[in-house]
T-cell receptor, first 115, second 107 residues
Framework: EPEVTQTPSHQVTQMGQEVILRCVPISNHLYFYWYRQILGQKVEFLVSFYNNEISEKSEIFDDQFSVERPDGSNFTLKIRSTKLEDSAMYFC?????????????FGPGTRLTVL | KNEVEQSPQNLTAQEGEFITINCSYSVGISALHWLQQHPGGGIVSLFMLSSGKKKHGRLIATINIQEKHSSLHITASHPRDSAVYICAVGNTDKLIFGTGTRLQVFP
């Protein structure tokens, strides 16, 4: 069964460093999402991506964040200069449905720890 | 005020009990999603619905669009149902999540 994959599963970094979180969505899906979940809190939307551009982003997704689909299979989230408060679980999701948002398939998450 | 409210926040049950988790929302939606989050953190989509009722195995989800309310029912609950159940609503290009209901089912 097709699934969304994410790497790495756990990333530890120093404050101020750049990190890139990687996702491989399900191959025929058209819509891609990043969400984050700070420990003990609810899941929050970061950004949605369709047709090689951002379709919507939240207030959290400031200039420190960027997304890219560099090669038609990977979908990446970059944080340019990490802060302590960026420590969270980051989930990638993808959807095949035209019309927003359809059923979303989530990856297993990347736990980011900023020291 | 949260746009998506769930109740209860925590729920314990004995194996075999019938369980109901409620979700109310205050924004316009394209669809409502019920998700399950396992202790390891992974999220699985259970249902997406925009009207009426859906059933999958022992799980039933209903939605009342006029009242902006949805329920997730689990019949004949089992310890393997122990997880966090999350209601999320589709709004423009994003999902807005509730805080989740932590369910523990004891044998």
């Amino acid at each position: 069964e097709p699934e969304v994959t994410q790497t790495p599963s756990h990333q530890v970094t120093q404050m101020g460093q750049e990190v890139i979180l990687r996702c491989v969505p399900i191959s025929n899906h058209l819509y891609f999402y990043w969400y984050r979940q700070i420990l003990g809190q609810k899941v929050e939307f970061l950004v949605s991506f369709y047709n090689n551009e951002i379709s919507e982003k939240s207030e959290i997704f400031d200039d420190q964040f960027s997304v890219e689909r560099p090669d038609g299979s990977n979908f990446t989230l970059k944080i340019r200069s990490t802060k302590l408060e960026d420590s969270a679980m980051y989930f990638c999701a993808s959807s095949a449905v035209v019309g927003f948002p359809g059923e979303q398939f989530f990856g297993p998450g990347t736990r980011l720890t900023v020291l | 005020k949260n746009e998506v409210e769930q109740s209860p926040q925590n729920l314990t049950a004995q194996e075999g009990e019938f369980i109901t988790i409620n979700c109310s929302y205050s924004v316009g939606i394209s669809a409502l999603h019920w998700l399950q989050q396992h202790p390891g953190g992974g999220i699985v989509s259970l249902f997406m619905l925009s009207s009426g009722k859906k059933k999958h195995g022992r799980l039933i989800a209903t939605i009342n669009i006029q009242e902006k309310h949805s329920s997730l029912h689990i019949t004949a609950s089992h310890p393997r149902d122990s997880a966090v159940y999350i209601c999320a609503v589709g709004n423009t290009d994003k999902l807005i999540f509730g805080t989740g209901t932590r369910l523990q089912v004891f044998p």
